[in-house]
């Protein structure tokens, strides 16, 4: 098991931006594909990005494209989701999760084993 722990969440106007980062513990971080999701209120969670175990393949949900950029860290056990231009519907409960070998990254909530406790990130208009 890994264990995962979000941050960068916050308030921020529409236009902003924030860095999210998903420090990781437990196990060997460049073993994991890594994925972002989120979970308005009264929605099911949702597929944001997600990046592959060396970081060498990304993807992205059409709502975030050009928006949104996922990366990470092996040397620091952390992946990142950098936010720009936020809009209202971005507001969520941003949650990291890992999928354990993966030879290629996932849309799947069901295909991460290990998920973070989530951020709350919160865009005014």
């Known amino acids: 098991q890994v264990q995962l722990v979000e941050s960068g969440g916050g308030l921020v106007q529409a236009g902003g931006s924030l860095r999210l980062s998903c420090a990781a513990s437990g196990r060997t971080f460049s073993n994991y594909a890594m994925g972002w999701f989120r979970q308005a209120p009264g929605k099911e969670r949702a597929f944001v990005s997600a990046?592959?175990?060396?970081?060498?393949?990304?993807y992205y949900a059409d709502s975030v494209k050009g928006r949104f950029t996922i990366s990470r860290d092996n040397a620091k056990n952390t992946a990142y989701l950098q936010m720009k231009s936020l809009k209202p519907e971005d507001t969520a409960v941003y949650y990291c999760?890992?999928?354990?070998?993966?030879?290629?990254?996932?849309?799947?909530?069901?295909?991460?084993?290990?998920w973070g406790q989530g951020t709350q990130v919160t865009v005014s208009s």
């Open positions: 990046i592959s175990r060396s970081g060498d393949s990304t």
């Open positions: 999760a890992a999928d354990y070998g993966a030879l290629s990254v996932s849309i799947r909530l069901e295909q991460y084993e290990n």
